[in-house]
């Protein structure tokens, strides 16, 4: 009888593991989730010791096309808004644009441990031990997508409508004038911003639009 083929999410587990060598995992059947569990050590760069956490990973069975959510149960963290995580733990690693980008192009299970769960864990700290995070941080709600498409896609107020609209209504090309306002066109100028908008959901596209647009109604405070 022939061994039974390994899925996708346990060939990358069995790489992943090499790196983080105490967590396991388990299928849960009913959720149809990979659920991953144990304890990420956490040390800098020059290999010296930080703290440990029990954390726990929720991978869909999507993988690698997929959102994986991470909780961290050992309660290090505040459970504060400001510190990303909820009061059940769940924790906020990026920019959800970001990571629903990722997903759809499909995630590393290794690269996802060490790029966001990983540094979110290891800011964490800092932050325990610094009083701030090491780098910039988003700003909550609605405030941290703008800041997210004024910083990474060199989007502002009307630049970002006009952009969104052209996406959604399909007028918007490679050889038009880009929506920021400058004289190039969009293919010398914003297109790798364009591109990254096109490949994520509509629905979060047009979340957004009726959020900047909601944002430009409002009258300038003195």
């Known amino acids: 009888m022939k061994p039974q083929r390994k899925s996708t999410f346990e060939r990358d587990f069995g790489v992943a593991r090499d790196k983080f060598p105490k967590l396991s995992y ?16 956490i040390c800098d760069r020059a290999g010296i010791y930080w703290g440990t956490f029990d954390i726990r990973i929720f991978v869909p069975q999507n993988y690698p096309h997929c959102v994986p959510v991470v909780q961290e149960l050992s309660t290090v963290i505040p ?31 290794s690269d996802f441990i060490m790029q966001k769960v990983y540094s979110f864990f290891a800011n964490q700290l800092y932050k325990i031990n610094h009083g701030n995070y090491a780098g910039e941080e988003y700003q909550h709600h609605f405030p ?15 630049a970002a409508i ?7 209504e399909g007028w918007l090309g490679r050889n ?13 100028c914003h297109l790798a911003s364009f591109a990254f908008l096109k490949g994520l959901d509509r629905e979060l ?13 409002e009258p300038e405070t003195r």
């Open 205 to 217: 596209l047009r979340k957004d639009l009726r959020s900047f647009m909601k944002l430009s109604d």
């Open 79 to 109: 459970r504060d808004i400001d510190w990303h995580i909820d009061a059940d733990g769940f924790c906020c690693l990026d920019i959800h644009h970001r990571i629903t980008y990722d997903a759809r192009k499909g995630i590393n299970l």
């Open 176 to 188: 038009q004038r880009c929506p920021c306002g400058g004289s190039d066109k969009l293919k010398n």
């Open 162 to 168: 006009l952009m969104l609209e052209g996406i959604l």
């Open 144 to 158: 941290g997508v703008a800041q997210f498409y004024r910083e990474d896609l060199g989007l502002r107020g009307e």
């Open 26 to 41: 388990d299928l849960d059947k009913k959720r149809k989730l990979w659920v991953i569990t144990g304890e990420l050590d």
